[in-house]
């Protein structure tokens, strides 16, 4: 009976602790002292007496945003390169951290940090600070081309092997079309290949030179050490590291996209991966807070918008979430959804629509905040039990002097998701999210199978056979009373009539007398208006009718063409007529078409003429031009005069 009041008991009191969470998220604290050295180091110093062991972290503020230009990959590889040994320990960097029992050890590097930890017994915590200490100030020494080659090789096949894996290549295609030319997010941390290959030592050691010195390194010590030891031996072992020179450091560039765009890839996956992507403000900012939330709420767990309305109820995805990817400058804002195989892509599509528009219509509901808001604190909490490795206190502490220049600003972070209100998140949601998407669609390649070939290719090429003969149809002769010679060639296949009128004079006539390109310019003239219509209304009359006039003069021949429906003949005949027997010559119009060809010709002579194809001799090294390869305008050139 005692038993289980107690049990009542504790229950109730944890209820109440948790029911203002504004409250509880004032309660979460990790104390902590920070100091600098003279060269510029920042210590950040947590006392946890829990356990003899000691986590220390050091993080460079450092990272491929910082890499320019076809020097991409340069922070990761030099992040492997650090675990290559040191001038005063030329070994494996990991071989006395094993011998001491030492866990959570390793290294990362991102766009705006590399970071490398390890959590130590204390009595080895000398030996960790000596190790972390050679390796920050005493390296280049070491690193020699032999050394180059092989972590660029293991960098390279670390960049394969991602590169391989399902869906390893959709990074690229994020960054490059969420960011604009020059934003140093653009580019991915492993960079390329051509980069790599062409770092040199020099790079490399210029590379660690600009940004792995003192004033650029944040140092925190947590867990079974104090503020006293931690200054004594943070100056000990860093105290005679260079600081490094000034750097220039962006702390924002949010690009807003006014526009949304999609993109289609193929990758040897099993299934369709939808993916929509958006930029959003950089993670110390309120927003990012709030966006925050606006991932949980619709894309985390099973209770979800998104996950209930594709996995639970529609049953077309496996899988369904929303995240957001804090950094220094921008943010970005991801929902991912995986089909099962043979899922309608139209129908998941649609539903994402509907959720997020909903999202953005009437924001979430408070129940839904709440949970959100709850999960987010839960998982912090949980994250700080431990005192370091890839999370735990040492990190939070590091992040916040790194991000923030606070190393408490994981508090004041909860506190804004703590106390933000529903519509808090439905107005950060449409400034960040109600536009300037890009939608990646992931598709499985297309299967292919070929067959057995029953071609015998040793034979050579087949023998061509008799060519057959062209059917043409009957030719139909008479002529007119003026004399005028008519030929027709019927064909029903269509309900189209072609008409060409034929006059025996080109612009080789010109050569009589006229100025050369008379001919051309006269033709173009015909559609220019006639007695009793202008050009515009010859232009509506061929609409109305669905007709094609044209005129053209070549060498020898030239010419008025119609071409029309069957079931408009005789009023597109008259027109024709019209066009050819009546034309006005306007002076007007003879200007206005003047200019138009003269712009051609100036165009023309910034393009210097091409022969029509790889047969034909080059002319345009001749001094001068057979009339026979002349343009309409090239030969107009001469009439173009008034």
């Known amino acids: 009976m005692f038993k289980q009041k107690l049990i009542t008991g504790l229950f109730i009191t944890l209820i109440l602790g948790i029911s203002n969470l504004s409250l509880a998220a004032t309660a979460v604290d990790i104390p902590y002292e920070k100091f600098t050295l003279d060269n510029g180091l920042t210590v950040i110093v947590h006392e946890d007496r829990k356990a003899p062991i000691v986590a220390v972290s050091v993080w460079y503020k450092v990272g491929s945003k910082d890499e320019p230009a076809g020097k991409t990959g340069f922070a990761h ?36 940090r590399t970071n490398y930890f390890q959590n130590v017994p204390t009595p080895a915590l000398d030996m960790a600070l000596w190790m972390e200490s050679d390796r920050m100030g005493h390296i280049l020494g070491v690193i020699d081309q032999a050394k180059l080659d092989e972590q660029r090789g293991v960098v390279q096949n670390e960049k394969r092997q991602g590169d391989n894996a399902p869906y390893g290549k959709t990074e690229y ?81 949010v690009p807003k996209r006014e526009y949304s765009s999609s993109e289609i890839m193929f990758e040897r996956v099993p299934q369709i991966r939808i993916e929509r992507h958006w930029v959003v403000p950089g993670r110390t900012t309120r927003d990012s807070a709030y966006i925050n939330l606006a991932a949980d709420i619709l894309g985390a767990g099973k209770n979800s918008p998104l996950y209930q309305e594709l996995v639970y109820k529609a049953q077309i995805a496996s899988s369904a979430s929303a995240r957001l990817q804090a950094h220094t400058l921008a943010g970005m804002f991801r929902i991912t959804v ?63 002097e790194l991000y923030a220049n606070d190393p408490g600003f994981f508090k004041t972070r909860l506190a804004w998701i703590a106390n933000a209100s529903t519509k808090n998140i439905k107005t950060v949601a449409n400034n960040w999210l109600a536009e300037g998407a890009y939608n990646l669609t992931v598709r499985p390649f297309a299967e292919f199978a070929t067959t057995a070939s029953t071609v015998d290719r040793s034979t050579g090429i087949p023998v061509v056979g008799v060519l057959p003969e062209v059917s043409f149809p009957e030719i139909q002769r008479t002529t007119l009373k003026n004399g005028i010679n008519v030929v027709l060639a019927e064909r029903h296949t269509v309900p ?45 009359q061929k609409e109305r009718l669905g007709a094609n006039i044209s005129s053209s003069s070549s060498l020898d021949t030239s010419s008025v063409r119609l071409n029309t429906l069957t079931e408009n003949l005789l009023p597109s005949l008259k027109l024709l007529a019209d066009i050819t027997l009546n034309p006005a010559f306007d002076q007007q119009e003879v200007e206005r078409l003047r200019g138009r060809w003269i712009a051609e010709i100036q165009q023309e002579r ?27 305008a090239q030969a107009l050139r001469p009439a173009l005069q008034p």
């Open 77 to 112: 590889l030099f992040e492997h390169l650090m675990f290559n040994g040191s001038e005063n320990f030329p070994g494996e960097y990991f071989e006395p951290f094993h011998q001491v029992g030492a866990t959570a050890m390793n290294g990362t590097t991102w766009f705006d």
């Open 173 to 253: 295609r994020v960054l490059d079309n969420l960011f604009p030319a020059g934003h140093p997010y653009k580019h991915s941390t492993i960079g390329s290949m051509a980069d790599l290959d062409a770092a040199s030592l020099d790079d490399v050691k210029s590379w660690f030179n600009d940004y792995y010195g003192a004033a650029n390194t944040v140092l925190v010590l947590a867990g079974d050490i104090d503020l006293a030891t931690a200054r004594e031996k943070a100056a000990k072992y860093f105290g005679d590291i260079q600081s490094g020179p000034p750097l220039k450091r962006m702390t924002s560039w």
């Open 338 to 400: 995986m089909l099962k195989p043979g899922a309608d892509e139209v129908k998941a599509n649609a539903i994402i629509d509907r959720v997020l528009a909903d999202f953005l219509e009437n924001g979430p509901s408070a129940d839904q905040l709440e949970r959100a808001q709850m999960r987010i604190h839960a998982r912090t909490i949980r994250g700080l039990e431990q005192i370091g490795g890839f999370g735990g206190k040492a990190t939070a502490l590091a992040r916040g």
């Open 496 to 540: 189209v009539i072609n008409i060409a009128l034929q006059f025996d004079a080109g612009y080789a006539a010109d050569s009589t007398g006229a100025k050369l390109g008379t001919s051309s310019f006269a033709m173009s003239m015909l559609d220019e208006g006639t007695k009793t219509r202008s050009a515009l209304d010859i232009s509506i």
């Open 606 to 632: 910034c393009s210097p003429y091409k022969p029509l194809c790889a047969c034909c001799p080059p002319y345009s090294t001749a001094t001068t031009t057979p009339t026979e390869y002349l343009s309409p």
